[in-house]
């Protein structure tokens, strides 16, 4: 799995403000919604209305009806539309909320959603499940100590290639400005408690990465951007990354909640 597996590659492409949410909301009936948004600032908005090449790396990231009614499908057995709205919020941003319902949670195969790349394999994830007992919520994600195989260790940077990427620190900030990466796992009326890292509020953060906060720390965004492209499990990267601001990734395998 790559650092980068929620969408990461495409907001480096993307170079503007954007925020992308993908929300699990488990209910003790054993349904569940999933709702994700994709939302983009006024800048990124206009280029998307004049065509060219940011249109087409946005393409593979707004789910347009077609596009959710496939994902619905790929999601598993019992997963359908919900809902598919267009939004705006107050601060100027838009995009898309599509809102997933889950007739039978152990049968929901959930990869967050990744964008369509061209002329490039699709990445192979294997899907988080879930399981309830009572209120005993169970999620397990294969991914999370995985490495694929098959891919050759890539050797590290060269300490000129380090320094130049610090050197150019300056002039990327701009392009990671008000990018906002999350995938949550939520109670429907609640989590009353859990092993997980990262537990704010009822709501368990497998991924959340802040680029305005991490960019406060130019030793850890360097190091972070260093390492974007490289395989990694999430255990690794959430050791690498534990004391950095504006990131968090849920290192565990399995992890347990007790629902409200």
Same mark, same amino acid.
Request: hydrophobic letters at 45%; charged letters at 25%.
């Given at each position: 799995?790559?650092?980068?597996?929620?969408?990461? +590659?495409?907001?480096?492409?993307?170079?503007?403000?954007?925020?992308?949410?993908?929300?699990?909301? /488990?209910? @003790?009936?054993?349904?569940?919604?999933?709702?994700?948004?994709?939302?983009?600032?006024?800048?990124?908005?206009?280029?998307?209305?004049? &065509? &060219?090449?940011? =249109?087409?790396?946005?393409?593979?990231?707004?789910?347009?009806?077609?596009?959710?009614?496939? =994902?619905?499908?790929?999601?598993?057995?019992?997963?359908?539309?919900?809902?598919?709205?267009?939004?705006?919020?107050?601060?100027?941003?838009?995009?898309?909320?599509? /809102?997933?319902?889950?007739?039978?949670?152990?049968?929901?195969?959930?990869? *967050?959603?990744?964008?369509?790349?061209?002329?490039?394999?699709?990445?192979?994830?294997?899907?988080?499940?879930?399981?309830?007992?009572?209120?005993?919520?169970?999620?397990?994600?294969?991914?999370?100590?995985?490495? *694929?195989?098959?891919?050759?260790?890539? *050797?590290?940077?060269?300490?000129?290639?380090?320094?130049?990427?610090?050197?150019?620190?300056?002039?990327?900030?701009?392009?990671?400005?008000?990018?906002?990466?999350?995938?949550?796992?939520? &109670?429907?009326?609640?989590?009353?408690?859990?092993?997980?890292?990262?537990?704010?509020?009822?709501?368990?953060?497998?991924?959340?990465?802040?680029?305005?906060?991490?960019?406060?720390?130019?030793?850890?965004?360097?190091?972070?951007?260093?390492?974007?492209?490289?395989?990694?499990?999430? +255990?690794?990267?959430?050791? @690498?990354?534990? @004391?950095?601001?504006?990131? @968090?990734?849920?290192?565990?395998?399995?992890?347990?909640?007790?629902?409200?």
């Amino acid at each position: 799995m790559k650092i980068s597996f929620l969408l990461l +590659a495409a907001a480096f492409v993307l170079a503007s403000c954007i925020e992308i949410k993908s929300t699990v909301i /488990v209910s @003790k009936d054993g349904t569940a919604t999933i709702e994700e948004s994709m939302l983009m600032g006024v800048q990124l908005a206009a280029m998307m209305q004049a &065509g &060219g090449d940011q =249109r087409d790396q946005l393409k593979g990231l707004v789910m347009d009806k077609e596009k959710a009614e496939e =994902r619905a499908q790929k999601l598993g057995e019992g997963v359908t539309v919900k809902s598919h709205e267009e939004v705006k919020t107050p601060d100027g941003k838009s995009g898309v909320k599509v /809102v997933f319902a889950v007739a039978d949670l152990t049968k929901l195969k959930y990869v *967050p959603f990744e964008p369509e790349q061209e002329d490039k394999p699709a990445t192979i994830t294997v899907p988080m499940t879930f399981a309830l007992s009572g209120s005993s919520l169970t999620i397990t994600n294969p991914n999370a100590d995985k490495k *694929p195989d098959g891919d050759a260790e890539k *050797p590290p940077k060269s300490a000129d290639d380090i320094a130049m990427m610090k050197s150019q620190m300056a002039m990327m900030k701009p392009m990671f400005a008000g990018i906002h990466l999350a995938v949550e796992v939520k &109670g429907a009326n609640g989590i009353a408690s859990s092993d997980a890292t990262n537990l704010s509020d009822g709501t368990i953060s497998y991924l959340d990465i802040q680029f305005d906060k991490l960019m406060e720390n130019a030793e850890a965004f360097s190091s972070f951007l260093e390492s974007a492209n490289d395989w990694m499990s999430a +255990a690794t990267v959430a050791a @690498k990354f534990s @004391k950095a601001e504006g990131l @968090k990734i849920e290192d565990k395998k399995v992890v347990t909640a007790v629902l409200k």
